[in-house]
Every structure is written in structure tokens, then in C-alpha cells.
């Protein structure tokens, strides 16, 4: 554990502050936001939608929309600083080195190209595999994501394949050049409990094979609890707390993430038990936002939290919460 | 407790196609009598639901737990079977006509996505005011206003958000109208196709306890559909388990938690992620669900997924049978808890 502490980060997220220019004003989207990655470990991000989450991962891969703007801050990849990076390298980057899975695998894939195609056409881009080796290859990546009788369903198209099916083909497609990092956005969010098992336990083992790193988007901190050894909690564009996973369940020092913790539903657990978190996600589009986004949701909000810088909590060399008052 | 809902033997066949898959009128000409594929998406389904009961429906997506509500919520024919709400058999009324029977405001249901299920060119007073309008037949303004308010005051809906449109709304906010909409005519029976799927876990609480509550007040019965067991443990009594059209267990919901009889019920229960949980202590399940197209009537719908599968499975289709009280498996090999 401490050697991986001490070795560069794969990824490094320094205060990142990012703005969508909109028509009805501009929306903070994120603020000052700090995270990295290191090799080979899983990196669970949690919060409500809203949070940012979907768009950190966008910034990571730059594949934001154009109204965006960072304002502020910089990723480290590997030693490439990705927001000065031409466009050229980061087409290199994507999808070789950092590879992406999508919410919904249906709406992810090009639903009118067969799927063994769509494997190939990765692997053309980013590899130097031969032509004649190309069907093969991909016969191997459908067969790694355990897709039964993969040379007849190198030929089938996304819509006869079942949604568990289809997150296998984007794992796929993803692991393919056996990424670095792999940002998996909500890859199970819509599919049953038992498929969701099934593709999590794959995601894990092909990551766990290739020393590749994974960034676990998902508003589910149980799932995120058996899969992640970190977590970092996101609310309104903040990263409010990080730690590694037992500490985040057995000690949280955010006020938000223990309400958060409180409102999953646990097995035994009675209706009444379940807390809920009160109000909304403030707009992001106010001028006069607080420096602490959580403060009007927050029982133990102090004044100065309003006002005040957020102070960093330093609990342990790697649990970190951002809050005036911490728990 | 009387039952205020009684199916028996329901089935819902749907045929693939009118002159069978892939076959054009033509073909159809030529040859002679041909074979229709159907797909049962509900298959010999019965069960019975008590006076303010509530029952968690849950399964895999393409089990039939849609249909199946659809049916008993009579948006859709059964194929065969009893429907009996409060001893009348309304199986046989086509479902075009049942919105003109007086069964359409006892029986209301709460639709998955509160933004898809919402008119976006209706307000919440518009939305909550239509089944006032269509089957209490109240014109009055005044009555009206009164009726809405009382129902958005049920469901903690704000009286300032009436006015708005969906997309002025949050999430919770939508399912509240959602719920709103489903209450204002006082059903008693609720059917609810997964209410908070689409709601982070902050709200899901609070409508949680709002469904909890209004289920006390009004006394009303629930049909939960739900993915989410740890949900449906929460909330309902009984808890029916259904796999590929058919039930595979019923039991109540401790009951069934602590002691499912099914292996199907049993990786459904082991694999909800849980906080503190270990994956690696799990079996995840293998494979595919068997097509619902003209399954084999003589073999088990689990079988080839089923980790303690045997020839019998094969040839002699399960049926449901006691286990325990009020548990019922259709298991060759369910033990007794």
C-alpha cells in the first residue's frame, strides 16, 4: 500500500474549476476539484445527479461540450498535461489509454454496424494488428467479456443482444487496447440485480488482469462499497470527502456523506430507519453561491461556512473531507 | 381480511407476428395452416391480494412483471384467466372499455419514469386535475381546485409548485404529482411500476416513507414492482418472485428474505450489493434467461441457469407448492425452512 502511495499518480485532477456558458446564465458545474488515481486501483465516485460526476469524466477524456470552460486547475495523466494537449495526442489517449463505458450500452453503440466491426474499428485505430489478424482479435475480446459463441456474434447488431449483453460488447470495446484507466459511468445503472453482479464481477477481474485503473461512476454506494478500494463523494460540483472505502462507511466526516450512507437502503433495515437528505441541489446558475454548496442542507452548517474557504480535514494521510464542521 | 384482488390461471400470450415471424401475407397464402410463434410473458399466474395489503413484485427485466400489472391494472387483455376485483370478474371487459367502468378510479397506478410518464404541455394542477375530470366528472372550479389541493397536500406537493410545468420540477417533485395523480380519485387498489427507480437515494427515502404513509391513511392495497428487494423488504408484506411468466415463489417478506426456498429467489438475494458486502462470497448467475418463445411446457423456466439442476428438471415442469405457510416455491428440490 505505501509504495503505491508514494509512486506518481496515473491521474491527477488538480483544482478543477469548470463553467458551462448557458443562455440562462453561467452554471458552476465544478469547483476546485482535487483527485487522483493511482495504477491499477478502482476509484469509486458517488453522488446525487447533479453532482458533476459525469462531467469530471468528461473533462478527464476533454470530450466537453462547447459552452464549457475550465477555468481553472489541471489534469495530469501519466505525465501529459491533458488540458494543453493538442488534439492530435489526445485522439492517441482516448481509447488506447484511457478508454470510456457509457451509461447505456444501447444508445452507446452505433446501433446500424455489427458489433464485431465496431471492436475492429478500435483496434485499427489504435493498434498495429494486421489485417488478417483483426477478426480474431476481436473474436478474443468478445470471448474475454464471456459473450457465448463469439464468432456468431461477431455478426449480430447491437439490438439483438440483451442489455447485460450489450454492457459486454462496451467492456469490450473499452478493454480492448488494454487501457490504463477506465472510466466506467454507471455501467449498471438499468440492468437487474443479477446482471449487474455478472458485469461487475467481469469488469473487476479484466481490470484486476491488466493492472488497469477504474474510475466507478455511480449514484450507488453499495455497489461502489464492494467494488471500490477509494471513494470520493461529489455534491454540487465539490469533491466533499475522500478516503478509502471502509473508512468512508466507518467514519465519514462530511455531513453529506453520512446522509448519504443513512439513506441507502440496507437489508433488515426498517422504512422508518431510512433517512432522507432535505432539499435540492442548489442552482449552480446563482451568483451568490456559498462557498460551502451543502450549507443549506446542512444541520451543522456554521456561519462562516457560508463565507470561509472550505478547510481541507486531514483524518488519515488518505481520508480527506472538505468542511467547516466536520462530523 | 377479505381479498380485494383474486387472479387465477392468468396468461397473457402475445403471437409474433400475423402470419407467423418473418412470413408476409404471401407466404402465408401458400402455405397452408401455420404455426404462430407466441411469447408468454405471463403464464399461469394466481395469487391473491388482501385488503390493505401490500405485495412486492420483483424479477428480472422480461419476467412479465410489467404485463402483469398491465393486465391487472386492465390496460391489457389476458390471453386466459380470472381477474377478481372485489368478486367481480374484470378479466372479461376489453380493455377499451374499462376507463368508462366505475373500476377505472379504484384501480390507479404510479408509472416508472416521472418525467416520461408526465404531459410536459400540462401543469401539476392540469396533470392531478384529469382523472377528476374524466371519471368523477367534477366541473365545478371550485370543487375541483379543492380536490387537487387536498390530493398535493396528501403527497407533501407544495400548493405554489401547482402551477408549473414538469420540466419546473424535480424529480421528486414529478413523482409526487405522479402519486398525486394516482391518489386524487382515493383507488383502492395502487399499482406501482418502480416509482423510484429513476430517484437518487436522498429522495427515494422520502417517497418512500410518503407511500408508507398514504398506504395508512387511505387504506389502500399496493402491487409494488420493484428491482430493488431492498426496497420491496421495506415496504411490502408479501413478496412475489417471478421468473420468465411464471411465479417462482410467494412467501412473506421476511420469510422470504431470510429463508428463500428457489434458487432463482436465492441469487436474486445474494446478489444485492450491500455496504460492507463481499462479491467474491458470491455465485453470480450464469448465463442467459431461456427464450419466453413456446418455452418447452415440460421443463423448469430456470433450468440451464439453475445451479442445482437435475434430468428431472428437464421433463417435469415445477409447479408451486407449499412449503411453509403462506410459502410457496415451484421447486422440485425447495426445502422446508
Not at chain 1, 478543477?16 to 465544478?30: D, M, P, Q, Y
Not at chain 2, 401490500?54 to 390496460?75: A, D, F, N, P, W
Not at chain 2, 383507488?187 to 430517484?199: F, H, I, M, N, R
Request: aromatic share 4%.
Amino acid at each position: 500500500m505505501s509504495s503505491a502511495q508514494d509512486a506518481v499518480p496515473l491521474l491527477s485532477v488538480q483544482d478543477l474549476t469548470l463553467e458551462f456558458r448557458t443562455r440562462s446564465g453561467l452554471v458552476r458545474a465544478l469547483e476546485n476539484v482535487n483527485i487522483e488515481i493511482r495504477k491499477g486501483e478502482t476509484v469509486g465516485i458517488v453522488g446525487e445527479s447533479g453532482s458533476g460526476k459525469s462531467v469530471l469524466s468528461f473533462a478527464i477524456l476533454r470530450i466537453l461540450d462547447a459552452a464549457a470552460r475550465i477555468t481553472n486547475g489541471a489534469i495530469t495523466f501519466g505525465g501529459l498535461d491533458v488540458l494543453a494537449a493538442s488534439e492530435g495526442t489526445l485522439q492517441e489517449v482516448r481509447g488506447r489509454e484511457i478508454s470510456m463505458i457509457f451509461q447505456n450500452p444501447r444508445t452507446a453503440l452505433n446501433p446500424i454496424r455489427r458489433i464485431g466491426l465496431q471492436i475492429e474499428d478500435v483496434l485499427r485505430t489504435h493498434t498495429s494488428t494486421l489485417r488478417d489478424d483483426l477478426r480474431k482479435k476481436v473474436i478474443d475480446c468478445l470471448a474475454q467479456v464471456r459473450i457465448p459463441d463469439p464468432e456468431r456474434r461477431y455478426s449480430a447488431y447491437p439490438f439483438e443482444l440483451s442489455g447485460g449483453q450489450c454492457q459486454r460488447v462496451m467492456i469490450a470495446l473499452a478493454l480492448a487496447c488494454n487501457p490504463q484507466l477506465l472510466i466506467a459511468d454507471e455501467p449498471t445503472t438499468g440492468l437487474d440485480v443479477t446482471t449487474q453482479a455478472a458485469i461487475m464481477d467481469l469488469l473487476r477481474e479484466l481490470a484486476r488482469a491488466h493492472n488497469t485503473a477504474v474510475i466507478l461512476i455511480t449514484h450507488d454506494l453499495a455497489l461502489a462499497s464492494e467494488y471500490c478500494d477509494r471513494i470520493a463523494v461529489m455534491h454540487a460540483g465539490h469533491v466533499v470527502e475522500t478516503a478509502p472505502t471502509h473508512a468512508i462507511f466507518e467514519q465519514a466526516r462530511h455531513p453529506y456523506t453520512a446522509r448519504l450512507i443513512a439513506s441507502t437502503p440496507k437489508p433488515g433495515g426498517s422504512i422508518a430507519s431510512l433517512a432522507s437528505i432535505p432539499g435540492n441541489l442548489p442552482d449552480l446558475r446563482r451568483t451568490d453561491l456559498p462557498r460551502c454548496r451543502f450549507i443549506e442542507r446542512c444541520e451543522r452548517a456554521l456561519e462562516r461556512c457560508a463565507t470561509d474557504a472550505l478547510p481541507a480535514v486531514d483524518v488519515s494521510p488518505d481520508h480527506r473531507a472538505y468542511c467547516g464542521n466536520p462530523l | 381480511m377479505s381479498n380485494i384482488l383474486e387472479c387465477s390461471g392468468v396468461k397473457k400470450h402475445f403471437p409474433l407476428g400475423k402470419y407467423g415471424a418473418g412470413r408476409s401475407w404471401r407466404s402465408a397464402l401458400k402455405g397452408e395452416k401455420l404455426h404462430v410463434p407466441m411469447l408468454h410473458a405471463v403464464d399461469d399466474v394466481s395469487f391473491v391480494l388482501g385488503e390493505g395489503e401490500s405485495i412486492g413484485l420483483v424479477g428480472e427485466s422480461g419476467c412479465g412483471k410489467s404485463t402483469l400489472v398491465r393486465l391487472i391494472t386492465r390496460m391489457l387483455d389476458p390471453t386466459a384467466g380470472d381477474i377478481v376485483f372485489r368478486g367481480r370478474n374484470i378479466g372479461f371487459i376489453p380493455a377499451r372499455k374499462f376507463a368508462e367502468t366505475n373500476f377505472r378510479s379504484k384501480i390507479q397506478m404510479v408509472f416508472q419514469d416521472p418525467t416520461d410518464s408526465l404531459n410536459p404541455r400540462q401543469t401539476a394542477f392540469d396533470t392531478i386535475a384529469e382523472p377528476l375530470k374524466r371519471l368523477a366528472l367534477v366541473t365545478d372550479r371550485a370543487a375541483l381546485t379543492d380536490r387537487v389541493a387536498d390530493a398535493a397536500n396528501k403527497v407533501g406537493l407544495p400548493p405554489e409548485l401547482l402551477p408549473r410545468y414538469p420540466h419546473q420540477l424535480s424529480g421528486g417533485q414529478k413523482a409526487r404529482v405522479g402519486i398525486a395523480r394516482a391518489v386524487v380519485m382515493k383507488p383502492d387498489l395502487l399499482v406501482l411500476d418502480e416509482p423510484t427507480a429513476a430517484l437518487d437515494v436522498s429522495v427515494q427515502a422520502t417517497i418512500l416513507n410518503l407511500l408508507a404513509d398514504l398506504r395508512r391513511d387511505l387504506g389502500m392495497s399496493y402491487i409494488f414492482v420493484s428491482h430493488d428487494l431492498n426496497v420491496v423488504r421495506m415496504l411490502c408484506d408479501r413478496v412475489i418472485v417471478m421468473y420468465l411468466g411464471r411465479i417462482v415463489e410467494q412467501a412473506p417478506a421476511e420469510q422470504m428474505f431470510s429463508h428463500p426456498a428457489h434458487p432463482y429467489t436465492q441469487a436474486l438475494i445474494r446478489a444485492i450489493p450491500a455496504i460492507g458486502g463481499r462479491p467474491d462470497a458470491r455465485v453470480p448467475l450464469a448465463g442467459e434467461p431461456r427464450s419466453p418463445i413456446d418455452p418447452d411446457p415440460a421443463t423448469c423456466r430456470f433450468y440451464g441457469r439453475c445451479p442445482s439442476q437435475t434430468e428431472r428438471c428437464h421433463t417435469e415442469l415445477p409447479l408451486l407448492r407449499t412449503i411453509a405457510s403462506g410459502h410457496v416455491a415451484a421447486c422440485h428440490f425447495a426445502q422446508s425452512p
